[in-house]
């Protein structure tokens, strides 16, 4: 891909997406106010769009390539699947535990 086709492309979904406006910057949006959060917190961040009309809508621009933010997407969505998947229980080995020696 040339530089003129990544400028501007979007990666990620509609919850968390990011693209590159020009070279060397990044803007990360997020309609979920827990993504929205954990950005506002990075020293690295800059808040760039406030949206209310229609729905929650945050936008970051970082001093970053579209490489590293599709990292971040990817780290940040694994962390929300991990912390709302159910927790599955190892049975104990022999046997159920009511069984009384």
């Not at 990044?26 to 979920?32: A, D, N, P």
Request: net charge positive.
């Amino acid at each position: 891909m040339s530089n003129r086709e990544i400028l501007n492309s979007v990666i990620g979904d509609r919850v968390l997406c990011a693209w590159q406006p020009v070279p060397g910057i990044t803007w990360v949006q997020t309609r979920s106010p827990a993504h929205a959060k954990r950005l506002a917190k990075r020293r690295d961040a800059r808040p760039v769009v406030v949206g209310v009309a229609g729905g929650y809508l945050r936008t970051f621009e970082f001093r970053h390539s579209l490489a590293w933010a599709r990292k971040l997407i990817a780290r940040y969505t694994i962390s929300e699947a991990s912390a709302n998947a159910p927790k599955i229980v190892a049975a104990a080995a022999g046997g159920s535990r009511n069984t009384r020696t």
